[in-house]
């Protein structure tokens, strides 16, 4: 696994006990982020034909979190409860390469959707035109984009290394005091994938909250139809929002200590504010799924039709009776069917209330009527209870 001084870096820095604390809500975090982004995934996939272009990049979204969620989690939940890194530099290289990638195609994906939201919201001649094929186009980009910067470290310009806590693996923050190229490596990364993104994301949903507000106030004084529209792209909005709002707040504790250790002094660094800066950061892979699945009302409206569907189809299959109990319920049924009513069977498919014709013939289909027997001085007559007039059929009723 290295050197002697390499086996120290990736042994814990933190007590057990604070590592079984991170393994434990690791694992909370890992069945959730599982559960969440797969259930999300699955209804895109049943209404994938009535998926708007927008949605794509929720989609998008929860790709890369559950990629982040299967590739992370089962190397840092068994390293945290042994208390050191358990695993060897090749795969500390790899988990530093999956948490980048998937961390920075998060961010520059709900950068790019606040950016769609303010087109369409603010711009709607541009906003309208944004088809499946821009938004194919703009998800692929967002890969590509978090790609140079993962692939960096890899072609030598910054370094991956084991985290300041011991037990997980991310760049090398120690690397600018030791390398300029790192240091340009941490600056770049620091500014094009946090600061151009944070400030992005907030002018795009500033702009449109002065648009909505400034529709509302046009729909409140001329009553425009438009209202329906305004209130879908305010749902729009407020989902997005909460998206990147907890995504960023998770992020940030991390970011803030990571440029402490960069460009500060790294043995002034608490290896627990590191430990608990990227647990929140991985906690990131549960907001999505849970803004969307139960606060978007086509989403969730899908979700229960599936849910129902599923409960349908289960009970079923455990409530089925066998072949016994089976046949017992049908004779059950044509005993019950043979009882005699005015002298005829019980019946809808017999002749009921219908005259004989003395013929033979097969009564044609009947359905039973409703009848009233009225006695007029000592004779007595049945007839239909339709027949009789609104004040009688009242009365009998």
């Not at 998926?51 to 939940?77: C, G």
């Not at 087109?119 to 703009?138: I, T």
């Not at 109990?325 to 498919?349: A, D, M």
Request: glycine letters at 6%.
């Amino acid at each position: 696994m290295g050197n002697a001084s390499e086996m120290i870096l990736l042994i814990s820095r933190i007590s057990k006990e604070n590592d079984f604390l991170m393994a434990t809500l690791y694992t909370i975090f890992g069945v959730l982020s599982l559960l969440g982004n797969g259930i999300l995934l699955f209804v895109a996939y049943r209404k994938k034909s009535s998926l708007k272009p927008a949605e794509f990049f929720v989609v998008n979204l929860a790709i890369s979190d559950l990629s982040m969620t299967i590739s992370l989690f089962p190397l840092a939940i068994p390293s945290a409860l042994a208390h050191r890194w358990l695993f060897n530099q090749s795969m500390c290289t790899v988990y530093a390469f999956c948490g980048v990638l998937f961390g920075l195609c998060s961010l520059t994906n709900l950068t790019v959707l606040s950016s769609v939201c303010w087109l369409k919201v603010c711009c709607p001649n541009y906003g309208n035109k944004f088809s499946y094929w821009h938004a194919c186009l703009l998800v692929a980009g967002v890969w590509c984009y978090a790609m140079v910067f993962a692939m960096g470290p890899l072609s030598g310009w910054g370094q991956y290394g084991a985290e300041p806590y011991g037990t997980a693996c991310c760049i090398d923050w120690h690397g600018p005091s030791r390398s300029s190229l790192a240091m340009s490596y941490i600056m770049c990364l620091f500014f094009f994938c946090y600061i151009v993104p944070c400030t992005i994301i907030f002018l795009s949903y500033a702009f449109i909250l002065m648009t909505v507000r400034g529709s509302r106030q046009a729909v409140q004084q001329h009553m425009s139809p438009q209202n329906k529209i305004t209130n879908a792209q305010t749902l729009i909005v407020k989902l997005s929002v909460a998206v990147c709002i907890g995504f960023l707040t998770a992020w940030s504790p991390y970011a803030i200590v990571s440029m402490w250790a960069a460009f500060g002094e790294p043995e002034n660094v608490p290896p627990m504010s590191f430990a608990l800066a990227a647990m929140f950061a991985k906690s990131s892979t549960l907001y999505n799924p849970i803004v969307y699945l139960f606060f978007k009302p086509n989403f969730r409206k899908s979700l229960c039709g599936d849910v129902a569907q599923f409960r349908g189809t289960l009970c079923a299959c455990l409530c089925r009776p066998d072949p016994i109990q089976k046949e017992q319920l049908q004779r059950k049924v044509q005993h019950n069917s043979t009882g005699l009513s005015n002298g005829l069977p019980e019946n809808h498919s017999s002749c009921r209330h219908y005259p004989e014709t003395g013929s033979g013939e097969t009564c044609p289909d009947y359905t039973p009527q409703k009848t009233a027997r009225i006695l007029t001085g000592s004779l007595h007559s049945e007839v239909a209870v339709s027949q009789l007039s609104n004040e009688v059929q009242s009365d009998f009723l």
